[in-house]
């Protein structure tokens, strides 16, 4: 896999300060994936340190009042140059940077104040086809699959999921799509994004999100209170096996004990072969009926 990725996330030091964001994520990609890193205001002729910038009114200006956009816009369009020609799988940007910003950028006050918007480096990377995250979005990449954070505008992709998450057993014929619209079954998906336990990550591959895990405290199969978050996670099928939903699940429990939570539950019928996977990940059944197990992994 080739992935570019923003000079100062790898650790060289052409931050305006003089100073890095040595990202260890980032760096974890130099194992088995080609990197080629780019500091496009360097790479436009700004010296480093220099004085910090901002877009303001579409315009990057200086903290002083220079105005520096053609410095920038410099610099990006020599990072398209090698985009165009190296053509990497992924591009992994600072997060709010002028330059790199993919979905948030400073609103030219310098006043800390973000705004949504993409700096000029990514926009135009963006504008010309290629895949852009923000490394805060970015969890791991393992074997060429990408997991990171649900954008918002992703949201609606959990109807689907929540469909493949249902267990079909054997000889059974699928239901119909239209099951997921239930009031019973909503709940996992609708206005997801606005509790405090909404959490998603995806599995990405070639462009194209494969897989899912999210979180959210509900009433659902496998509530047990309301301090704790309930799970749901499915692949599509022709990337199921091959370990995906395993990670989904553990960079999850990670993200969700940082986030403060003590513990997590799922419900799972007991004749579904994921029941062997949530165990090795840290679940525990906690109670039972006739079809399912509840589960809870202590975080």
Known sequence: MKIMVSACLAGENCKYNGGNNRNEKVLQLTEGNEVITVCPEQMGGLPT?????????GV??????????EEFRAGAAKCLEIALREQPDLIVLQSRSPSCGVKQ???????????????????LLMENGFRCVDVEDLIKIHNGIMIRKLFPEEAYLLRDFLYEAIFIPEGVEPPARYIVERPELRIYYD?????????????????????????????DYGHVDDETPSFAISLIPE?????????????????????????????????????????????????????????????
């Open 105 to 123: 950028r400073y609103d030219g006050t310098f006043t800390g104040t973000l705004r949504d918007g993409s700096g000029v480096t990514a926009e």
């Open 60 to 69: 990057v200006t200086a903290e002083d009042g220079r105005v520096v956009d």
């Open 191 to 219: 206005d997801f994004g606005t509790g405090p336990a909404d959490h998603c990550l995806v599995a990405e591959a070639a462009g194209r999100v494969v897989g899912a895990a999210w979180t959210r405290i509900m009433n």
């Open 239 to 299: 990337y199921r096996g091959r370990g995906i939903g395993t990670g989904l699940m553990k960079e999850m429990l990670t993200l969700l004990k940082d986030c403060g939570f003590k513990q997590a539950s799922l419900a799972v019928q007991k004749a579904n072969y994921a029941v062997r996977m949530y165990k090795d990940v840290g679940f525990k059944i906690k109670d039972e009926n006739d079809e399912e197990f509840i589960m809870v992994c202590e975080l």
């Open 49 to 57: 340190p220099r004085v910090p910038s901002e877009i303001r009114d």
